[in-house]
Structures are given as structure tokens and as C-alpha cells.
């Protein structure tokens, strides 16, 4: 099969997530990926198409929350 895109490769062919460690889980109805550290997790992205939860500094990429 021969693909011809302009679009990146990432976008194409998307990472694994389980295998770099992080999870997809939904926090007060949030979807976030996350990194798992010791007894909390770490955001990496906010997987949210609603723009005020990228305005909730509790949740910003490199805090870390409770589940």
C-alpha cells in the first residue's frame, strides 16, 4: 500500500500510548493522558474538545492530580 499525504507521520500512523506508559482516564469528566508517578498522575494533554477545560489550572500538562 503506498500512501501519498501531506499530513505527518504522527498524525497518520498514531503512537501507542500503553507502550510510552501513559493511560487515557477520565478525571470529573475530563478525558486526560496521563503518566502514572508513584501514588498520583502526572498530565501529559488534555483530551477535552471543550475550551474551558484548558483554562482549569489544575489540570494544565505537568500538574499533578489524584484519581
Do not use: C
Not at 19 to 24: A, H
Not at 47 to 65: C, K, N, R
Amino acid at each position: 500500500m503506498i500512501l501519498y499525504t501531506m499530513m505527518p507521520l504522527e498524525q497518520v500512523f498514531p503512537p501507542n500510548y500503553e507502550e510510552n506508559g501513559m493511560e487515557l482516564v477520565n478525571w470529573k469528566g475530563i478525558p486526560l493522558m496521563v503518566e502514572r508517578a508513584e501514588n498520583q498522575y502526572k498530565v501529559i494533554r488534555i483530551m477535552s474538545t471543550d475550551p474551558v477545560h484548558y483554562l482549569d489550572e489544575s489540570i494544565a500538562p505537568g500538574q499533578f492530580i489524584s484519581m
